[in-house]
């Protein structure tokens, strides 16, 4: 699942590529009975309502609150995109083929087999169309008044955002010590308590600043906490400036790969020697409420 650098990375995209353009149409193939009701495109009846609300509308401006990507339009409505696990936006130039949407043109757009799977297209005013790729159909997109976006049940009940500058140490403790018996790796994953980081970065944290994933957040020393602040703004703000993490599907608004996954010392590295000088000790797996912890063996402390 793209995390805050990923989500992050899109949201540069757009507001480079798409911000100031108009939405012309807009078209998916998105219908499920899961969602029947629901505010989301995935219901036919929900879409229908959203394209007569965004069609004529400018796009101006992007921002980002955890994993969500949020479009703002000039019509006091904000489309709201959470990429769940396997979807991306892109742009470019699309047409139609029968039922289904192909980039034009040589390129990863085109090329990426990651980048096929279109479920969501709005057409814009340059002749090019932001879309949405989506392998698993996972994918949430609705749409949101401006004025209540705070309050929206989509994001109201995340946590403060790592990279604000007013969340330092104190405000990492205080968020991560809602849940005071929880493993550290589920505390950073908790976007109650903190919003945007996920499997990959929560691992990559862990093993810079030497602290086994197991860990109960009540017994982490005070002292530690200006560390773990420090290293993990300094991770999220590198996962930005690879351009995300394309291990898996991924990609950015132009279809091209994220860089992040080169720089891995723990995420999906089980059985390799640690690379910290002079460490010694190898990666490890285990599951942490079902979700994979990667570790070194030697130097990530367990602290009772």
Known sequence: MPELPEV????????????????????????????????NIQDPRYFRSFRRRVIGAKITGASRRGKNVLIHLSNSFIILVHM????????????????????????????????????????LSN?????????????????IETARIDASLHISEHGPEPLEKSFGPEELRAAL????NAPIK???????LVSGIGNIYSDEILWRVGIHPLTRVQTIPEKIWPAISRVMKETLRKGIDFGGDSMSDYRDILGGSGRFQSTHNAYRRTGERCRKRGCGGTIRRLVIGSRSAHFCDKHQKLIK
């Not at 995209?13 to 499920?32: E, F, N």
């Not at 980048?115 to 709005?122: G, Q």
């Open 127 to 143: 002749g090019k169309s932001l879309v949405l790729s989506d392998l698993r159909k996972f994918a949430k997109v609705t749409l």
């Open 177 to 180: 010590s809602r849940r005071p």
């Open 84 to 123: 769940k696990m396997t979807g991306h936006l892109l742009y470019g130039a699309y047409k139609k083929a029968g039922a289904t949407w192909a980039a034009i043109g040589p390129g990863p757009l085109r090329d990426d087999p990651f980048n096929r799977y279109i479920h969501l297209v709005l057409s």
């Open 186 to 192: 589920s505390a950073l994953m908790d976007h109650r």
């Open 8 to 39: 992050q990375t899109t949201v540069n995209g757009v507001k480079r590529y798409v911000a100031g353009l108009k939405i012309r149409a807009a078209w998916t193939d998105y219908k499920s009975r899961f969602h029947a009701g629901k505010d």
